[in-house]
T-cell receptor
């Protein structure tokens, strides 16, 4: 079974621009969660999508948004980029309706974003 | 909110055993996960605990005490490739599928 894939793997943007990142979950997984990882803050939850609906949201400003398509693929968008948005953006997929260990999240390789 | 603490760094010798501790505070505990993350790579799933006790998986074991808000990851017969960050993450009943991560423990295995 193919794992979680993310595109692009690397991205360089300048302040004020916007960016869209893509995530394709493991086949059969319907939940996609997004995380931001920085050296200072560690791994922080952005949001989770299930069945094209945002099911959960972390403490990030409205500049961070996302969506999910009917095939469970997800995108996240960051508008008006700031220097502090430089980070590794990870998406993780899980079944979405299981219990316990069946809801383990599996991570993609991440998109490394550098904002100049 | 949730609070998850784990040591920042640990060093151990190849062939030895190391225990990485994690303490947490959460209002609606619904599972604890351990992930391994090599530098520049994505976290990979190691173990899951939701009931008290020890879960063994090869050279890795994970223990949970819900009453103490405490878990540890035990790595036996350490190999150089075990040098990585180990992330403790907790799922809360009140937060859906969201995982809250500790800051990670960077383990260095020396010859």
């Amino acid at each position: 079974k193919a794992g979680v894939t993310q595109t692009p793997r690397y991205l360089i943007k300048t302040r004020g621009q916007q960016v869209t990142l893509s995530c394709s979950p493991i086949s059969g997984h319907r939940s996609v969660s997004w995380y931001q990882q920085t050296p200072g803050q560690g791994l922080q939850f952005l949001f989770e999508y299930f069945s094209e609906t945002q099911r959960n949201k972390g403490n990030f400003p409205g500049r961070f948004s996302g969506r999910q398509f009917s095939n469970s693929r997800s995108e996240m968008n960051v508008s008006t980029l700031e220097l502090g948005d430089s980070a590794l953006y990870l998406c993780a997929s899980s079944r979405g309706r299981g219990q316990g260990a069946k809801e383990t999240q599996y991570f993609g390789p991440g998109t490394r974003l550098l904002v100049l | 909110g949730q609070n998850i603490d784990q040591p920042t760094e640990m060093t151990a010798t190849e062939g030895a055993i190391v225990q990485i501790n994690c303490t947490y505070q959460t209002s609606g505990f619904n599972g604890l996960f351990w992930y391994q993350q090599h530098a520049g790579e994505a976290p990979t799933f190691l173990s899951y605990n939701v009931l008290d006790g020890l879960e063994e998986k090869g050279r890795f074991s994970s223990f949970l005490s819900r009453s103490k808000g405490y878990s540890y990851l035990l790595l036996k017969e350490l190999q150089m490739k075990d040098s990585a960050s180990y992330l403790c993450a907790v799922r809360d009943n009140n937060a859906g599928n969201m995982l809250t991560f500790g800051g990670g423990t960077r383990l260095m295995v020396k010859p």
